[in-house]
């Protein structure tokens, strides 16, 4: 959960993504896993603070939704710097499980199986 | 957001999926989100700029949920190779735009109903059945209490006979994991189903 911002944030976030609100690409869903590429490639530019700490948190996989909630920043923010970083190939994205409702069902019973070792 | 292609392969990263629980304002959700999920929920808040209202006119409101959707959501590791996240849907109609872009690649939905207004649910279950969405209903028991029977929710709610009504208590971990397995279940019939025909099966 949020603690108090009151105060607002430092940055407006909007101009942590040059003023654009949309992504260059739309490739980022709630669940899409993002992982730092390690290590980063040659002649990679210096990335900005907020990207930075982009890269800390994916050292593990994460997906955008929990990226965007310990940056306590707007999805649509975080997947805006995520495109950046994806084209500079500091980062890999891994889409979400593709779903067709009626035929997936080893998918299915993964997940029912999972629930029921709960 | 559209686009369904796998972006780059080769991380290790584990499948993921998701179910929304949906349901009026104040039913529940973020607590059985929190029931089930193995973190803390957490929140994200999109402002509504980005929705497309198209005006960052923030100044002069003082209080920030004014002008954000807050979403909050949890995950159960299911295996090595599988994470369920659980969205909980904004609960204020006013919001249902949003559902959209949640509900795309939802493998289904939990709509919790509160046993006391059972209207307050009636939207949600309008938007699932509305885009053939697959959805259980889960009515909350206020304090785990269930004065009606499902039979009597189902007409209440006039849902379809084959809809499934389940009585639970979002502050049950037990309880809410029975939910997303008959979610599960559901789905696995449909499927089943729908390769013996090689057509789709009918609405849940």
Known sequence: ?118 | MAGSSPVVEGTSAPDTVKILIAGGFGVGKTTMVGSVSEIVPLRTEEPLTSAGLGVDDLGGIPEKHATTVALDFGRITLSQELVLYLFGTPGQQRFWFMWNDLAIGALGAVVLVDVRRPESSFAAIDFFERRGIPFVVGVNGFHGEHPYAPEEIREALALPENAHVLLCDARDRDSCRDVLIALIDQLIARSAQSNGTGRPAGPA
């Open chain 1, 1 to 118: 959960m949020n603690g108090g911002d009151s105060a607002g944030r430092l940055v407006r976030p909007f101009t942590l993504t040059g003023g654009r609100t949309r992504p260059s690409r739309a490739d980022f869903t709630l669940i899409t896993s993002v992982t730092t590429v390690d290590p980063p490639p040659a002649r990679a530019e210096r990335p900005q603070p907020e990207q930075a700490r982009i890269l800390r948190l994916c050292a593990k996989p994460l997906v955008v939704a929990e990226l965007a909630a310990q940056l306590d920043l707007p999805v649509s923010v975080v997947c805006i710097m995520l495109s950046d970083l994806l084209e500079a190939g500091r980062i890999t994205a891994r889409a979400p499980r593709e779903i067709s409702r009626t035929s997936d069902l080893d998918l299915l019973q993964k997940v029912r199986d999972g629930l029921g070792r709960l």
